[in-house]
Nanobody, 122 residues
Framework: QVQLVESGGGLAQPGGSLRLSCAAS????????MGWYRQTPGKQRELVAT???????NYADSVKGRFTISRDNAKNTVDLQMNNLKPEDTAVYFC????????????????WGQGTQVTVSS
């Protein structure tokens, strides 16, 4: 079975940085697109960033230029480097796995991690 475990969340000051990591178990990690989502109270879970099995990335407008998603297929991990953090970045961040190498408008994640809290505050 597939398991996703996030780490690296915590407290950061505005303008600071955090690096989230998602460790994936199970088969065919390198053949699946991965993503990071986040959710705050009262809001639906929103897409933050995705990366295909080939390394192509996509970002929400709110994080472009500040966040970077990457993957290390040798370690079965996908990271989210978050720079210039803002209070509105505060959320629970979830790692997600897609069922295909690429991402289209019709595809949704099939596996999720438990989430890791990111709090940006002075």
């Amino acid at each position: 079975q597939v398991q996703l475990v996030e780490s690296g969340g915590g407290l950061a000051q505005p303008g600071g940085s955090l690096r989230l990591s998602c460790a994936a178990s199970g088969s065919f990690f390198s053949l699946r697109a991965m993503g990071w989502y986040r959710q705050t109270p009262g809001k639906q879970r929103e897409l933050v960033a995705t990366i295909t099995s080939y390394g192509t990335t996509n970002y929400a407008d709110s994080v472009k230029g500040r966040f970077t998603i990457s993957r290390d297929n040798a370690k079965n991990t996908v990271d989210l480097q978050m720079n210039n953090l803002k209070p509105e970045d505060t959320a629970v961040y979830f790692c997600a796995r897609y069922p295909s190498p690429l991402i289209t408008s019709s595809v949704s994640p099939t596996h999720w991690g438990q989430g890791t809290q990111v709090t940006v505050s002075s």
